[in-house]
DNA sequence: ACCATGACTCCAT
DNA sequence: CATGGAGCCATGG
């Protein structure tokens, strides 16, 4: 579906060294009530390598908690290697790090 | 077209 | 603060 694709497009063009929310995405895709559709096309992950879904976070900012990259550990060590800051509580620094900024515009 | 599902999110308890 | 239930959207059967 072109939704999809757009998804796909939205991730793909998240900057490196930042994150994304999954209602950031949808909001970007053109709906922002999909957020749900965005996890769900994420999990299929119809292409892997090109899709950087570990720079798509949820609302806290805390990593999917089934992240099939093989465990949040591993989405946390690229995005630090990407340049993104965990906060104490083991969430991505949204302040910082978060699609512009992480301020509700 | 309807029902069921899902890496979400919000509100209530 | 943690858990549970309901809402919303797109996809698949």
């Known amino acids: ?10 991730v ?3 900057p490196k060294g930042k994150v994304a929310t ?3 995405v949808a909001f970007m895709a053109g709906n922002p009530r999909a957020f749900r559709v965005v996890g769900y096309a994420l999990h299929k992950n119809p292409k892997p ?12 900012g ?3 908690p ?3 990259f ?12 990407e340049g993104v800051k965990f906060l ?4 991505v620094d949204m302040k910082n790090f978060c699609v512009g900024g992480g301020k509700v515009e």
């Open 1 to 10: 579906m072109n939704f999809y694709e757009k998804i796909y497009e939205v």
């Open 12 to 14: 793909s063009s998240i």
């Open 22 to 24: 999954y209602g950031q």
């Open 49 to 60: 390598g090109i899709i950087p879904c570990h720079r798509v976070v949820n609302r806290d």
């Open 62 to 64: 805390r990593l999917a």
């Open 66 to 68: 089934a992240f099939a």
């Open 70 to 81: 093989g465990g949040e550990n591993a989405q946390r060590k690229l995005l630090l290697a």
């Open 88 to 91: 104490s509580n083991g969430n």
